[in-house]
């Protein structure tokens, strides 16, 4: 079955420095690939998303991820934190042209910026 | 746009009483999803519609819980009796076309839902 991992549960950082938050999936085959993001009290909101092609894929806010189907990850990055991308962040996988997949998620990644 | 609307935002009923959720998505969208998120987790998939059939309701505790989405368009998710462990946020999300396509799920606000 697939599975998507995030690994830490919580990462913390200080204002200007680097953004890692980092996520593995299980599939034979690779699946489309989400991030989203959840600020307090609100829905997820969709950060980016890897379907097919050019590998490295930029988002909203100066998010990029790059997919490595070698390494079956797909980290988040951001070069330089600002407090208002505090929230919690969540990597998701889709089965690829499967029309009775669903959305599997991991189970979050909480960003603090320190300022 | 308009969004992905939910309501209420917020309930809080003893363990044993009844509730209902409800959700209005994106206008077009054929594709329905309700999620569970416990505290802690990621959102996890209660039932998928399309159109007013069921896809997939494979997570969904089938003897308490149960949804509709009658004509296509809005839908309902009830708890009948809640427990303890049903506190949690309820997601609804809708798409244009199911996950196998790579379409982004748009998200409502959610029901933060308390059991006493």
Known sequence: AQSVTQLGSHVSVSEGALVLLR???SSSVPPYLFWYVQYPNQGLQLLLKYTTGATLVKGINGF?????KSETSFHLTKPSAHMSDAAEYFCAAAPFY??????IFGQGTELSVKP | EAGVAQSPRYKIIEKRQSVAFWCNPISGHATLYWYQQILGQGPKL?????N??????????KDRFSAERLKGVDSTLKIQPAKLEDSAVYLCAS???????????????????TVL
Do not use: M
């Open chain 1, 23 to 25: 996520c593995n999936y």
């Open chain 1, 64 to 68: 990029e991820a790059e997919f490595k």
């Open chain 1, 98 to 103: 499967n029309q009775g997949g669903k959305l």
């Open chain 2, 46 to 50: 209660l039932i998928q519609f399309q």
């Open chain 2, 52 to 61: 007013n059939g069921v896809v997939d309701d494979s997570q969904l505790p």
């Open chain 2, 95 to 113: 798409s244009l076309v199911p996950p196998g396509y790579g379409n982004e799920q748009f998200f409502g606000p959610g029901t933060r839902l």
